[in-house]
């Protein structure tokens, strides 16, 4: 499986962006995909998590509420939209996949994308 993520970019705090997550394969379905972020000098750190079919979510307590994670299973794609951002967001965002179930532990994915740059600014 092969990702990529674009729609990353500079936004003021209180701005919106929406993220996507290319994935090559066809049994896209069949992976759990989660978003992480890493910020300079800090650990990657879970940000959200969506079951294959979509019907279940999982977020980080810092996101929850303004960040929502979709996929469309047709075009082989993840979302991650992001509203209220704050300058704390400020990160490289990465998305991943593993078979079955959306876990927060990213040691348990196997695929990674290269990651897309989201800078807030206050």
């Known amino acids: 499986v092969q990702l990529v993520e674009s729609g990353g970019g500079l936004v003021q705090a209180g701005g919106s962006l929406r993220l996507s997550c290319a994935a090559s394969g066809r049994t896209f379905s069949s992976y759990a995909m989660g978003w992480f972020r890493q910020a300079p000098g800090k650990e990657r750190e879970f940000v959200a998590a969506i079951s294959g079919g979509g019907g279940s979510t999982k977020y980080a307590d810092s996101v929850k509420g303004r960040f929502t994670v979709s996929r469309d299973n047709a075009k082989n794609t993840v979302y991650l939209q992001m509203n209220s951002l704050k300058p704390e967001d400020t990160a490289v965002y990465y998305c991943?996949?593993?078979?079955?179930?959306?876990?927060?532990?990213?040691?348990?994915?196997?695929?990674w994308g290269q990651g897309t740059q989201v800078t807030v600014s206050s």
């Open positions: 991943a996949a593993k078979k079955l179930l959306a876990v927060r532990d990213s040691r348990e994915y196997d695929y």
